[in-house]
C-alpha cells in the first residue's frame, strides 16, 4: 500500500500565519486522506499545536529558522534566506519528501523559489500562474496572472496548453474552451502580441474557441483564458478591487434609504450567498504551472479554509501527476524546441 | 456677441438611432446654450422631429446619404464611405460651421475619421481616447482605452499630458493626481513599457503618484490612470462585464432567499441610485485627445440621456479649447521633437 499524500506547508506565510495555516492544516488532514507537514519554527508550532483536536499520526513539523517577510526584496530572499520556512518547504517536494507544496507567503519568493529548486519542465519555456475567477455559470482559469510581464506569442501558446492540462484533469472536462483576451472578437483584433499567438492557436489540435472581450470573461463562454502576466495580474487585481467596491457603494446606497436596513437584513443570506460564490478561497490559490512538480501559491490574506482548500488541490494534483500530464501534452508540441 | 456654441452629432450613429439621437439633440438644446445641427438623412430627420417640442432656432439639419454600420471594416468605411453621417459631421468641424462633433455609431470610424479629418495636433504622436470611470469616492480618468494597442514609454507619456489637460481644464482641479497602472505599487514593478514610462512621469512637473495596483483604481487615490489602450480597453470592458455579472448574481441569489423577494423592493431605491452612479451615460462619451478639435466617441448603446449629456461635454471641451491646452502643456515637452 502506497503512503498517504503529503503536502508541505510554508506555515510561517500569510498574514495571519502561522494561526490560519495550522487551523487550515487541521482541518485538510481532518476531511481528507492527505498529511501536511508544517514548515517554519518547530517551538513556536508545537507550542501552537498543544491542545488542539488533531490526527497526529497526518501532521508533521520540519524545522525552518528563518521567515521571508512581505516586504523583502525576492532576488535577496532567494539568495540571503537559505533556511526560510518557504525554501524549506519547497525543498521538501524536491527530496521526494512531500508530493506538492502550497505556500501563502511573499509570491514573488514562493514562485522565484519554486522555479529555483523544483526547475522547469524541458518543454516549457516560462511557466505561468493560473487562477481560477468566478463566472456567471461557475468558473474560469485565468492564465498567466503574473509570473510573466513580457511575453512572447510562443508563451501564450504554451500557456494553452498548460492551462489545458490542469483543467482538463482537474475539472474532468476532456476538451475546455480556450480562449485568447483580447479587444474585440473579430480573429483581426488585438496587439502585436495576441494576432500571433492567435494563429499560433488556430493550429493546434485543442479547442480554442477565438479571442474573447473583456465585457465576455464572466459570461462563462470560456473555460480558460489565456493572456500575458501583466495583464492577467491586472485583471484579477482590478476584478477584485471592483467586487469589493460594488459592494461597499450598495451597502452606502442602502444605508441611505429608508427601508434599506430591514431590506438589507431580508437580503443578507443572499449577499452570504453571493460572497461564498465569489470567494477565491473557495478555490485555495493559484497553482505554478510548468515547473517539475506541483506548487500552489495562496492569497496573503488566505483564511483556514482557503488554506485547507489549497492543500486538498494540491493533493489533487500530485495524485493526478498534473506536471507530468503538462509535460507529455507539451512534447514535441513546443516551438522553442526548432530554434 | 458671438454665436452659440454648436456641436454637429452623427444623427445616424448608434444602436437606436436616429430615434435616441434626436431625442439627446433635443434634451440638449432645451437645457444648455448649445445648439446641435443632426446630421444625417434629411427626409427621416424632418419627418422624425415633426410634432416634436424643440427650439427650433437651435437644431440644424444638416444632410448625408449614407451610413456606417456597426459591422463594417474601419478602412473599407474611412476610403468609400464619403458622405456617411459620421465623415460630414466631422467635416463640419474641420470648416468651422460647429465647434465640436459627437458620434454613437462605430467608434473605430469615429476615430480613425476625426483622426483623418481634424489631423493630430503638432506635439502629439499619438491620439488616445480618455474615459472616465466611477470610484469609491467620485470618478477617475482612464487614459488610453483602445486608440493605441501597441505603444512605446512616450506614448505613454503624452496620454498623461492630455489626460491632465482635459482633467484640470473640465474638473476644475489644478494639479490631479497621476498614476500609471501596472502589478503593485512599487517604482520598480511592471513591465518593460511601465518601467520606462514610469522613469519618464518622474521627470515631469505633472502630479505624479507613481504606479497603482488593479485593485486599487476604484479606490479614488488617482484622478487619472495612464495605460496602453490594449490593456485600458480591457479593464474598462472587464469592470464593465463585471459590474452587470455581480448584479445578475446578487439578483439570483437574491431569487433564492425566501425574504429575498421583500427586502429586494425594499433596497430598490439603492440600486437605482447604485446604478446611476455608476452609469455611463452620466459621463456623456470618451473624448479622443490629441487631435486637432473636439470629438466625442459615445457608447453604441447611448440612451437620449447619455447623448444629451456628450453633447454638453462637447459643448464644454469646445468652449475652454482642450485641444489648445493640451497643445500649449505638449509644446517643448514631447520626446519625439528631438529625434
Known amino acids: 500500500m502506497p503512503d498517504n499524500l503529503k503536502v508541505a506547508l510554508d506555515a510561517m506565510g500569510g498574514d495571519s500565519a502561522p494561526e490560519v495555516t ?65 525554501r524549506r518547504a519547497i525543498e521538501l517536494v524536491k527530496h521526494h519528501e512531500a508530493q506538492a507544496v502550497v505556500s501563502a507567503g511573499h509570491s514573488g519568493v514562493a514562485m522565484a523559489t519554486s522555479l529555483f529548486v523544483l526547475g522547469k519542465l524541458e518543454s516549457v519555456d516560462r511557466p505561468a500562474i493560473a487562477t481560477i475567477m468566478p463566472s456567471l455559470t461557475g468558473y474560469f482559469l485565468l492564465i498567466d496572472v503574473g509570473a510573466n510581464v513580457d511575453c512572447r506569442p510562443e508563451n501564450l501558446l504554451q500557456f494553452a496548453y498548460m492551462g489545458n492540462a490542469y483543467f482538463k484533469t482537474m475539472f474532468n472536462a476532456p476538451s475546455p474552451k480556450i480562449a485568447l483576451l483580447s479587444i474585440g472578437e473579430e480573429d483581426t483584433k488585438g496587439n502585436e502580441l495576441t494576432k500571433e499567438a492567435f494563429k499560433l492557436l488556430k493550429g493546434t489540435g485543442l479547442n480554442f474557441i477565438g479571442n474573447i472581450d473583456g465585457k465576455d470573461i464572466f459570461s462563462g463562454s470560456a473555460d480558460i483564458i489565456v493572456c500575458d502576466g501583466f495583464i492577467g495580474n491586472i485583471v484579477l487585481k482590478v476584478s477584485e478591487g471592483l467586487a469589493e467596491t460594488i459592494l461597499k ?31 477565491y478561497s473557495e478555490y485555495g490559490g493559484a497553482p505554478l504551472l510548468g515547473i ?40 514535441g508540441q513546443s516551438p522553442f524546441k526548432s530554434q
Open 22 to 86: 495550522i487551523a487550515g492544516a487541521i482541518e485538510a488532514v481532518s476531511g481528507h486522506d492527505i498529511e501536511v507537514i508544517l514548515v517554519g519554527d518547530r517551538t513556536k508550532l508545537t507550542e501552537l499545536l498543544k491542545g488542539k483536536r488533531y490526527p497526529p499520526e497526518k501532521i508533521f513539523i520540519h524545522h525552518a529558522s528563518e521567515v521571508v517577510e512581505m516586504h523583502e526584496a525576492t532576488s535577496i530572499a532567494l539568495r540571503k534566506k537559505k533556511d526560510s520556512s518557504i
Open 249 to 279: 457603494m450598495l451597502k452606502m446606497e442602502i444605508a441611505n434609504v429608508v427601508t434599506g436596513r430591514l431590506g438589507y437584513l431580508m437580503i443578507k443570506p443572499a449577499i452570504r450567498g453571493f460572497k461564498k460564490r465569489t470567494d
Open 292 to 331: 517539475n512538480g506541483i506548487s500552489i501559491i495562496s492569497h496573503g490574506r488566505s483564511s483556514a479554509r482557503a488554506i485547507k482548500n489549497a492543500i486538498r488541490v494540491a493533493g489533487e494534483m500530485a495524485k493526478a501527476k498534473v506536471h507530468e500530464i503538462i509535460a507529455n501534452d507539451l512534447k
